[in-house]
């Protein structure tokens, strides 16, 4: 993964993942949006981090009130849809469907000595076109073009969400 640049503690946003993880709060997770796609990628700008994450209970509020319970506790605070890691934003985002697919066959990967999980290129393709704003869009030209990308994988994703690539 690129260097993280200064004020991106995601060293310590993957701590807490994982403390999480080996507390039962949650059953699994991966990094999933900008930076994720910035692991395969030329670095470019991003405000937050996106922690997708699979509910160690499937009840309706998916586990984000233990989350956010359990991060205050070690000093995170929230603004909006955010929990803050000092002043750097996170997104606990429940996973399913796509997202879950994503997060249970992401790429195990270590970043500065914590293991952690990347979505990998394929899914970050299909989920951006599924959300299909501009910049998702040149997400995936750009994934496209600057990563080895298993097109044959990335079809088979596309065809089981019922997906397509935007038109060139």
């Not at 993957?14 to 395969?40: K, P, Q, T, V």
Request: charged letters at 25%.
């Amino acid at each position: 993964m690129a260097e993280e640049s200064a004020g991106i503690p995601l060293a310590d946003v993957l701590r807490a993942a994982n403390e999480l993880l080996s507390g039962g709060l949650i059953e699994d997770y991966a990094l999933g949006g900008a930076l994720a796609a910035i692991h395969y990628v030329e670095p470019f700008t991003t405000y937050d981090a996106d922690i997708f994450f699979i509910p160690a209970t499937q009840d309706l509020t998916a586990g984000i009130p233990q989350i956010y319970d359990a991060l205050r506790a070690r000093g995170w605070t929230s603004k909006g849809d955010h929990l803050l890691f000092g002043d750097f934003p996170v997104q606990f985002l429940a996973a399913h469907g796509l997202t879950e697919e994503a997060v249970r066959e992401a790429k195990p990967i270590e970043y500065k000595g914590v293991s952690t999980k990347v979505f990998r290129p394929e899914h970050i393709i299909a989920i951006a076109a599924s959300v299909g704003r501009h910049k998702d869009f040149a997400r995936i030209e750009q994934i496209m073009e600057q990563t080895d990308v298993d097109k044959n994988l990335l079809e088979t994703i596309l065809k089981c969400h019922k997906l397509s690539l935007p038109k060139q």
